[in-house]
């Protein structure tokens, strides 16, 4: 997804340099205005005939300036680690997911259940099983965990990816499967929260109202400056993925308030082992 973004933003900039309108550039690979459109969004696959074809022409004829963007053209259709659980991967989280294990920073605020980056195997299982009304076979719950548990890495590799969560604090009082899992989870982030790229705070009750009323949402930044924040918000049966300057604008300021009014990351970790005793 990333790939195709990064992609799709150069050869926008190439067609806009050289004074190409969508409709021709459609026009010389057979294609319509609006595919173009979606392929400078990076929401479609590329060709790597079909990049070629544009490269050439908007004037792109030189090996070494050719040759990078072809190679991100294959890059892209490379399918994602993720790809492998697509048996219980919805595909509207599909994308999500990409964009998440890509992103050099990720802010969120959760107020139902504990973000899945930081979730315990047991905790994830007791959210994965009571997600669903109907009876779900053993094999496919256990199969969204290890999903859930496999998108956890981000935060442990060597370049791991900067965390800012704010939780609610229902999200610490709601014993998902039994007050053992609650008290192990509550043990699990306040280890988590002592790791350099993970800042974690609370929205205690004492805090009342706070900025955060819409609900819970998903920052992501990206190391590639070409790639736009985007926000990240999740439905019952879909998602929805904001990328227009003012409205992640919007949502980064209540992340930043969110933040300077809640508890502090050390307050945090002390009430994580108050509300250890109490579960």
Same mark, same amino acid.
């Given at each position: 997804m990333v790939r195709r973004i990064l992609l799709g933003s150069q050869l926008r900039r190439l067609r806009e340099t050289r004074g190409?309108?969508?409709e021709a550039a459609g026009y010389a690979i057979r294609a319509s205005e609006s595919k173009i459109s979606r392929m400078e969004l990076g929401r479609v696959s590329f060709k790597a005939r079909d990049v070629a074809d544009l490269l050439t022409l908007y004037g792109v004829v030189e090996d070494v300036e050719r040759e990078p963007l072809l190679n991100l053209a294959r890059e892209s259709s490379i399918a994602g680690?993720?790809?492998s659980y697509s048996?219980?991967?919805?595909?509207?989280?599909?994308?999500? /997911?990409?964009?998440?294990?890509?992103?050099?920073?990720? !802010?969120?605020y959760e107020v139902?259940?504990?973000? @899945?980056?930081?979730?315990t195997e047991d905790y994830a299982h007791a959210v994965v099983s009571s997600g669903h009304r109907e009876q779900v076979p053993q094999s496919e719950v256990e199969r969204r965990v290890a999903l859930r548990m496999a998108r956890q890495k981000l935060l442990h590799q060597e370049n791991p990816a900067q965390l800012r969560c704010v939780l609610d604090e229902a999200t610490l009082r709601r014993p998902f499967g039994s007050h053992a899992i609650l008290e192990a989870q509550l043990a699990h982030l306040a280890e988590l929260s002592e790791l350099p790229n993970i800042t974690l705070q609370i929205t205690s009750f004492d805090l009342g109202g706070h900025p955060a009323e819409s609900?819970?949402?998903? /920052?992501?930044?990206?190391?590639?400056p070409e790639i736009? !924040?985007?926000?990240?918000?999740?439905?019952?049966? @879909?998602s929805l993925y904001l990328d227009k300057p003012d409205e992640v604008g919007q949502y980064a300021g209540v992340m930043r308030r969110l933040t300077d009014n809640c508890l502090s990351p050390e307050e945090t970790r002390v009430y994580l082992h108050k509300l250890r005793q109490l579960a």
């Open positions: 190409v309108t969508r680690w993720w790809h048996d219980v991967l919805p595909s509207w989280f599909q994308t999500y /997911v990409g964009l998440e294990g890509a992103a050099c920073a990720i !802010d969120t139902q259940f504990v973000h @899945g980056l930081l979730q609900g819970a949402f998903t /920052v992501l930044s990206f190391p590639e736009p !924040d985007v926000v990240y918000l999740e439905q019952l049966t @879909g």
